[in-house]
T-cell receptor, first 111, second 114 residues
């Protein structure tokens, strides 16, 4: 799997957008970008994934650069409940039976 | 629909003992995978089962084993427990283990070895 690089931590003001960057410069053409988050003492929660196009769902938006070497997860209106560790993972969807988690980004949303 | 259920939630065992953890996946999900989470190593993949067959295994010693039943429920076993086995053990289920969708994780079993 390609490795990802994320900032160790970041703060965000409640109600503002949170933009979480992820570098995956060695990503292969058939690898997807997945985002999960883990709220304290809970299991990881799937957020969103994408291959090359930007994606949006009820939780977040995923922006992938044209060269696919980096991506940004956007939480449009952060709330205190969005405080969590966010993991960016690249994975071949068709034949990879696991998720390879890095250290992730600890996001703290402040009132 | 019900989520992924892991039992027990908390467990305290003595070094040298063995332990069995249980995971019930979402109904209809046939793939179950297990992860260990520790402060030092983060989230690490243990193994994955599909239709009662182990398809992938992480880099853990043979003391860690698992199995899956015909109803897709899975158990993992750790024998001869060591202090370093203290961790949060997470189970994740998915329809088939591959494909363009996410895994659903349980809340985990917190194992403490004393």
């Amino acid at each position: 799997d390609a490795k990802t690089t994320q900032p160790t931590s970041m703060d965000c003001a409640e109600g503002r957008a949170a933009n979480l960057p992820c570098n995956h410069s060695t990503i292969s053409g058939n690898e997807y970008v997945y985002w999960y988050r883990q709220i304290h003492s809970q299991g990881p929660q799937y957020i969103i994934h994408g291959l090359k196009n930007n994606e949006t769902n009820e939780m977040a938006s995923l922006i992938i650069t044209e060269d696919r070497k980096s991506s940004t997860l956007i939480l449009p209106h952060a709330t205190l409940r969005d405080t969590a560790v966010y993991y960016c993972i690249v994975r071949v969807a068709t034949n990879d039976y696991k998720l390879s988690f890095g250290a992730g980004t600890t996001v703290t949303v402040r009132a | 629909k019900a989520g992924v259920t892991q039992t027990p939630r908390y467990l305290i065992k003595t070094r040298g003992q063995q332990v069995t953890l249980s995971c019930s996946p979402i109904s209809g999900h046939r793939s179950v995978s297990w992860y260990q989470q520790t402060p030092g190593q983060g989230l690490q993949f243990l193994f994955e089962y599909f239709s009662e067959t182990q398809r992938n295994k992480g880099n853990f010693p043979g003391r860690f084993s698992g199995r899956q039943f015909s109803n897709s429920r899975s158990e993992m076993n750790v024998s001869t427990l060591e202090l370093g086995d203290s961790a949060l053990y997470l189970c994740a289920s998915s329809l088939s283990g591959v494909g363009n969708y996410g895994y659903t994780f349980g809340s985990g079993t917190r194992l403490t070895v004393v």
